[in-house]
């Protein structure tokens, strides 16, 4: 009897350690009429990658925008690494913020800055210890684990999407990242280049031991990256599962995403 | 008219949080000197030609134009201190700031603006970089200190092009012309003038920044920021012309 209860315990506290990320009934709404979020319920894993499915338009990057609050949330909980980020003041917020690497869905590139400039942007800022041959070793480093070292001297506006897309990767990576946050890390690129990104997604949770939410419209990225799949409609959550449960799942329109 | 008034005094909240917020963190450090220097070079330096040009085409032209009335009373002497009494104290400062207002206020609005529309602000909030501190602070600390420096550059400028203009007709030696010049100008002018020219600075800078900054989504509001800088900008240095006017008189 005794050793059962002290089993329990264990396992809710494994549990409670094991999540990172716990979002409890969030709302946001835009305006008066424009209601977003709904009362969206998640939680994500150490070592997880989560994908959330949803269409243009439903929240998904409000979502995850207010995991970092860069969009303040009207209602509800979020939890990171077990902090309630709604109530901290600045400083607070940073040490978070820190710990999270932020993917745009447009890249985000510092456009009057080189490829460089970049990266050393927030590195320099929050690794002020590192001497200058350290700095440039972690910004090969980054850019070689995008394969993009060669690009380390060119402006933005050279760059094709696919490369912004990976100099914001490798910009994101260079903080070493506990947590990334992935906004249609594919879309827009052609199949390989997704491809390749998609495994550049697994490769980084292997080796970092990140935990990351993805939020995608591509099919073939969700199914190799994500260990857990989500569907956004109309501000909830409302279907959740792994690729191959929610390809056969009852629902028509959730069926309706896989082909 | 009811929506039109509201949406004055709800900018005018706005503004003024905003200013509010450059006076707490202008004190606060880290600094960010290198982004400064490089505002001041931006902004000041690449300003010189189209000031200069300005600034020479104003006492010119100052110079063509008050020379007939002057030399109908026969007090053609005059000439050079009016013109530089002129430049000095309301041409010179006005004409700049309005040239800054166009160039600085509307290009400080466009990049800020497309930077706000592109991510690139969040993008520095995310990786806990304020960006306030970074962008708009050294902005306005930047446009509060060279546009002051421009209307000094544009005086100076102005008045060679005065000894330019004077020649035109007649024959005077450059060491008279600013002799004469010198003799004219006061402390009392000089002060005011520079004074008041600081204020243009803060302004450009504070308007062209709170207009990017605050720039909605989409494309087309990058270009209404510009505009709306622009606008706005020129207003408020007649504004503040009119009011260092009366602040002046009340001393004098
Ligand atoms: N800053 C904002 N101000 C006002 N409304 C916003 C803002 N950001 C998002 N919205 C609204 O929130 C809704 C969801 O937007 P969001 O960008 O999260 O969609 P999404 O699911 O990411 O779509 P997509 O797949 O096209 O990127 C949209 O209706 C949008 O109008
Ligand atoms: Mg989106």
Known sequence: MIPEEINTVEQLTDKKENTVISIGNLHKSFGKNNDVLKGVELTVKKGENLVVLGKSGSGKSVLIKCLVRLVEA??????????????????????????????????????????????????KRHSKELNPTEVEEAIIEALDSVGLADAIDK??????????????????????PEIILYD??????DTITSREISELILAIQKKNKTTSIIITHDMACAKLTGDRLVILKEGLIVAEGTYEELEKSGDEWVRSFFN | MVIYLKSIFNDAGNVTLFTARFFKEVLKPPFEIKEF????????????????????????????????????????????????????????????????????????????????????????????????????????????????????????????????????????????????????????????????????????????????????????????????????????????????????????
């Open chain 1, 74 to 123: 009207d209602q509800g909980e979020i939890k990171v690494f077990d902090t309630d980020i709604t109530t901290l003041d600045n400083n607070a917020l940073n040490a978070v913020r820190l710990r999270i690497g932020f993917l745009f869905q447009n890249a985000a590139l510092y456009d009057s800055m080189t490829v460089r400039q970049n990266l050393e942007f927030p590195l």
């Open chain 1, 155 to 176: 402006m933005p506006s050279e760059l094709s999407g696919g490369m912004r897309k990976r100099i914001g990767l490798a910009r994101t990576l260079i903080l070493k």
């Open chain 1, 184 to 189: 249609e890390p594919t879309t827009g690129l």
């Open chain 2, 37 to 252: 220097i490089r505002q001041c070079y931006t902004i000041g330096y690449k300003s010189l030609p189209l000031v200069g040009i300005t600034g020479f085409i104003m006492g010119l032209v100052l110079t063509l134009q008050s020379r007939p009335t002057l030399a109908e009373f026969g007090a053609e002497s005059w000439l050079p201190g009016m013109v530089a009494l002129s430049l000095i104290r309301e041409i010179a400062p006005v004409i700049t700031a309005l040239i800054c207002a166009g160039k600085i206020s509307s290009g400080i609005g466009a990049e800020l603006g497309s930077m706000k529309v592109t991510e690139q602000i969040d993008a520095m909030e995310v990786s806990a970089i304020n960006p306030y501190k970074y962008l708009v602070v050294t902005r306005i600390l930047a446009t509060t200190l060279m546009v002051p420096l421009l209307v000094i550059f544009a005086d100076g400028i102005g008045i060679l092009g005065g000894y330019i203009g004077i020649n035109i007709h007649s024959d005077v030696n450059l060491v008279r012309y600013f002799s004469q010049v010198l003799a004219s100008l006061d402390f009392i002018d000089i002060l005011p003038a520079t004074i008041k020219t600081f204020f243009f600075g803060f302004f450009i800078g504070m308007i062209g920044c709170y207009k990017g900054f605050t720039a909605a989504n989409g494309t087309e509001s990058v270009g209404k920021a510009a505009n709306s800088a622009v606008v706005a900008a020129s207003l408020i240095i007649f504004i503040i012309d009119m009011l260092a006017v009366q602040i002046t008189d009340l001393f004098m």
